[in-house]
């Protein structure tokens, strides 16, 4: 009572001197330049333009010179079309590793790259040309690829940047620059050095269309229908050698293919040495199949006898006998005067495709194959058009025939076929064998079959003469690494001898690689694994003229080819000082050691290689030819990120430079993400209309949206997005800019280094708010640690909207708004507000990269210390060392209690008993430890529960839980305030104030005056 008395005399004594205060002017009203609305599309351009006249990359390079590197490698993107969402996402993903790692404290520079050579903008030149084309020369033609290239980069530059991307743009790796051509010549190089490079026909996936090789990353499998053929081959060896019981009989060995086009190419017929076949009877002829299908093949073919009703009789089997029985027997071509000879492997399938080939994509495999029992366990053999083909075709001795020409028309030497396309051929075959007696029969067949990623049509096997890279030949001994020219000194890992010298083979040394890598999701080495292991031979070589050229000669006299790693070399200088087109300006002699002579036949007149090398092998190269080679990288790259089309593409590719050269993987971790679909889950195509242009989502909403909605989900799945998809995640910026405004917008008239408070003197509920604060950077640190986004966005989201939107923000508002500016009490919340603020403008800062810029300069200045220019330039907020756990879960404990008073007072209020929360007095009463726990805050639970009142009660012995009653709270409504109190009008200067408000006026005057 001696406060009241102390009160009520300085009331009387101010009364006589001033005016009392306007009570609406001494709310403490939020203020603050965040605006609610973001417009982002006009905001967001005025911050680059910011960011390129601070050189903020340049500042960030310059503010972690001294720190340790962490490399982010850049897979190119291929430089041809506009970006759309996959590749927006794909760099936003970079963006976020790249700036969060920064904000961990590491020197992480961006070096961008641009895929910029092959066949796709080949393509596109060639019809943007038309008939101009045919008389141009190559060089010019190479100078088309190049101008558009350029300008498509260009473009793409443009728009990565855009979406907030920081990077070295002005110096992106192009594999199309003269160092870069020269590098990649300089790795063919090395791999011939390590005696993994040969040429040799062998059997390559071949678009008749584009009239190229194509790589393994290059081909898609669709449905297809294929006629699908069984065919007899007469056994032209002695029967009896397989059976006695089959001597004299005119025997037939049935096989079954899906490309009748290849039978031409016939030259043999695989079994399995272990599986059971049987020699059946139709009418006077004898057939073999494998056991297992004689039911199936007697079925489809009609073959065995009938019963006076017409059903069929299973046929009689003369004989059964393993495979092995017929290895090295022959028969004679269906139709052709030649030997097909008999052969054993472990290839040959029961019910599968008889001509699967080598099925490299690990998601292919792993789906389940409905393909019903097919075929007859005597698999059709071509050495020249199927991979297992030309395996076994090698073992037993076999032509590698191919009779088909580049454009997939039969060369003349096929009989009665010559000259058709055969795709074409295909009916005409079927026919043609009808016509002979030698088809049993035919029916339409879907199986998915490879087709060429550009033109998208089917493609074939075909086997040509091209350049290889062999994964399973011993590998040279690693060069002297100061001798081999390069330059070294970026290079940083040290290898022990044991791996850098041992002579592995490819195959051998990715296998041991892959286990040293980290791969997230953690599947990654299993399919990286399963992709080594039936990896056939590499083909590099392609038929094209937009790329790097194999510097090969050829002896013009007797054709010896020259592939020798210091001529190569020399050439590779020449590039570096005017591009790969030197190949094709200069003379070979200009190219070649001066009087160079063919060591086979003394001659001097040499040929240039005519093929250039695959991309996949250019934009392997980068590591070598980026990381080596620029100061602020280094060797191996901490991280590569991208899709998972990229375990046949890039990251395979990457993995075998890197061994060639240093034996060793180019990449310490390598991440996954998966594919952009639409909402139900459906690939998106312009075509489909379920596409998502980013170009218009940045038009509309801001790059900053798709930024957190890249965040949003997890980018180790396939990422939906739609429309709706996108205004939730735009609902859930809006609720993260509403957060950090409360907060801006309470700092106001706070300098934190002038007014903070010290942590032992704070409010309890402000220390609680920051203690909940250290969990959360605790958890968004390590989630970025783990390039978890989606997890920082939801930790981060869930502390703005319940931790401190629903309960914190809540309970401060009263305190913040009418408690004098600097009273202590205030100040201790404000301490906490900025604190928050601050932390919360670097923690969304990788995500967020323009919010958090704009929170953090809208962050009260700090007069001691220099804010840093951009929150870009600071690193995240460490949490405090002990984190107060006895403080959190009192409070958890008290926010229970406080969800279950809120309940009611949400059925008091539609009871109509109340209006306001204010405007209720809660009773509450409760036994044992609830009981103590709220006697102890029994003051500030009013401020808890934001009524006007409480009373805490002890509940009867044996009654559990507490008791929640609400009334109408007694007194009038403070004006200032709103709360109620009995004692409005104590006090004769201010009579409609409460008790609370009385002081805090006088506070206020005094702060004033
Ligand atoms: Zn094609
Ligand atoms: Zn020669
Ligand atoms: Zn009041």
């Known amino acids: 009572m001696t406060l009241d008395l102390g009160l009520l005399t300085l009331d009387y004594l101010r009364m006589s001197t001033e005016t009392p205060l306007d009570l609406k002017k001494t709310i403490n009203l939020p203020k603050t330049a965040f605006s609610q609305k973001a417009n982002l599309a006009q905001s967001e351009v005025a911050r680059l333009k910011k960011w390129s006249e601070l050189r903020l990359y340049e500042m960030i390079r310059q503010d972690r010179s001294c720190a340790e590197k962490f490399v982010l490698h850049d897979g190119p993107p291929y430089a041809n079309a506009d970006i759309h969402l996959g590749t927006a996402m794909n760099k936003i993903l970079k963006d976020f590793i790249v700036k969060s790692r920064t904000m961990m404290g590491y020197d992480a520079p961006y070096v961008p790259g641009y895929d910029c050579h092959g066949l796709p903008i080949e393509l596109y030149v060639e019809r943007k040309l038309g008939p101009k084309k045919a008389n141009m020369p190559a060089v010019s033609f190479r100078r088309a690829c190049r101008e558009h290239a350029s300008e498509a980069l260009k473009r793409q530059t443009r728009d990565f940047q855009r979406l907030g991307i920081l990077g070295e743009w002005d110096n992106p790796y192009l594999t199309m620059s003269n160092h870069y051509e020269a590098e990649t010549a300089r790795l063919f190089g090395r791999f011939v050095e390590r005696g993994y490079v040969y040429k040799g026909a062998r059997p390559v996936y071949w678009c008749i269309h584009d009239q190229t090789a194509l790589a393994e990353a290059e081909v898609e499998y669709h449905q ?52 059971e076949y049987v020699a059946f009877e139709h009418g006077d002829e004898v057939y073999i199949v494998a056991s297992e299908l004689l039911e199936s093949v007697a079925a489809k073919c009609d073959l065995g006898e009938r019963e006076s009703s017409g059903d069929r009789v299973a046929p009689r089997v003369l004989a059964r006998f393993h ?124 199986h998915r079959y490879p087709h060429c990623w550009r033109c998208k049509n089917p493609v074939i096997f075909r086997a040509t003469p091209q350049w290889f890279i062999s994964m399973d030949r011993a590998g040279g001994p690693v060069v002297e690494r100061d001798e081999d020219g390069r330059d070294r000194t970026n290079f940083t890992e040290n290898f022990s001898d044991a791996t850098s010298t041992s002579p592995v083979s490819l195959r051998e040394a990715a296998l ?5 890598v980290q791969w997230f999701p ?70 070649l050691p001066e009087g160079f002579k063919c060591k086979k036949c003394d001659a001097d007149e040499w040929i240039k290689e005519t093929d250039i090398l695959d991309v996949w092998f250019d934009s392997g190269a980068s590591s070598i030819a980026v990381l080596e080679h620029r100061p602020e990288l280094r060797w191996p790259a901490d991280v590569y990120i991208e899709g998972g089309d990229q375990f046949r593409g890039w990251f395979n590719s990457s993995l075998m430079v890197g061994l060639a050269v240093h034996c060793r993987a180019p990449f310490k971790t390598v991440l996954t993400h998966g594919w952009t679909v639409d909402a139900q889950g459906k690939a998106m195509h312009k075509s489909a209309g379920n596409a998502v242009p980013p170009d218009e989502v940045i038009r509309e909403s801001g790059a900053e949206i798709l930024r957190l909605w890249c965040a949003s989900s997890n980018y180790f799945d396939d990422m939906r997005c739609s429309a709706e998809i996108l205004q939730r995640v735009t609902d859930g910026y809006r609720k993260l800019r509403n957060t950090a405004r409360f907060a801006l917008g309470n700092l106001h008239g706070f300098d934190p280094a002038r007014d903070s408070v010290k942590k032992e003197d704070m409010q309890e509920i402000d220390r609680w708010a920051l203690a909940e604060l250290d969990a959360v950077i605790e958890e968004v640190r390590e989630a970025y640690k783990a390039y978890e986004f989606h997890t920082v966005y939801h930790t981060l989201y869930d502390f703005s909207t319940v931790t401190l939107s629903a309960r914190y923000f809540d309970i401060i508002k009263d305190r913040l708004y009418t408690f004098a500016s600097r009273n202590p009490a205030r100040r201790s919340t404000q301490t906490a507000l900025y604190r928050i603020a601050d932390s919360l403008a670097l923690m969304l800062a990788p995500i967020l990269a323009f919010t958090a810029d704009e929170i953090w300069e809208n962050l009260p200045a700090d007069e001691t210390q220099q804010r840093a220019a951009s929150v870009h330039l600071g690193t995240f907020p460490e949490a405090n060392q002990q984190t107060d756990t006895s403080l959190l879960s009192e409070w958890d404990r008290l926010f229970e209690i406080r969800e279950d008073v809120l309940r009611a007072l949400e059925e008091s209020r539609t009871a109509k008993l109340i209006g306001s929360s204010l405007e209720a007095r809660v009773e509450i009463s409760a036994a044992g430890g609830a009981y103590e726990l709220l006697e102890r805050y029994k003051n500030q639970l009013r401020y808890i529960f934001i009524v006007s009142q409480v009373d805490v009660l002890p509940s009867e012995e044996g009654a559990s839980g507490a008791v929640i009653k609400i009334h109408c709270a007694a007194g009038e409504k403070c004006e200032r305030c709103w709360n109620y109190s009995t004692r409005v009008g104590e006090s004769s200067r201010y009579p409609t104030v409460c008790e609370r408000c009385v002081p805090a006026l006088d506070e206020i005057e005094r702060e004033a005056g």
């Not at 050698?241 to 043999?268: C, E, M, Q, S, Y």
């Not at 041991?512 to 040293?516: F, G, P, V, W």
């Not at 020798?564 to 200088?573: G, T």
Request: net charge negative; hydrophobic share 40%.
């Open 224 to 275: 297809h229908t294929s006629p699908s053929v069984y065919v007899k081959f007469p056994l032209s060896s002695d029967p009896a050698l397989i059976d006695p019981a089959l001597a004299g009989r005119k025997v037939f060995v049935l096989i079954w293919t899906t490309t009748p086009w290849t039978l031409p190419a016939n030259l043999g017929i695989a079994v399995h040495p272990d599986f």
């Open 323 to 446: 495979g092995l029985k017929l290895e090295r027997l022959e028969c004679r071509h269906a139709w052709l005067d030649r030997a097909s000879l008999l052969m054993v492997g472990e290839h040959v399938t029961l019910g599968g495709e008889a001509d699967a080939e080598v099925e490299l994509d690990v998601r292919e495999a792993r789906e389940k194959r409905v393909t019903g029992k097919a075929g007859t366990g005597c698999v059709h053999t071509a050495p020249g058009h199927g991979h297992d083909d030309f395996v076994i075709g090698k073992r037993y001795g076999l032509e590698i025939y191919c009779p088909v020409d580049k454009s997939g028309h039969f060369t003349p030497d096929v009989a009665y076929f010559a000259g058709q396309s055969v795709f074409e051929a295909n009916s005409r075959i079927v026919e043609f064998m009808r016509d002979r007696g030698v088809l049993l029969f035919t029916e339409n067949y879907e």
């Open 512 to 516: 041991r690689e892959i286990e040293h």
């Open 522 to 591: 953690s599947w990654g080495g299993e399919r990286m694994r399963n992709m080594f292991k039936g990896r056939p031979d590499w083909c590099v070589s392609r038929q094209r003229v937009w790329g790097v050229s194999i510097p090969v000669f050829y002896c013009a006299k007797c054709n010896e080819a020259v592939a020798d790693p210091q001529i190569i070399n020399n050439v590779a200088d020449v590039f570096e000082l005017e591009s790969a087109d030197a190949w094709y300006t200069r003379e070979a002699r200009e190219l």
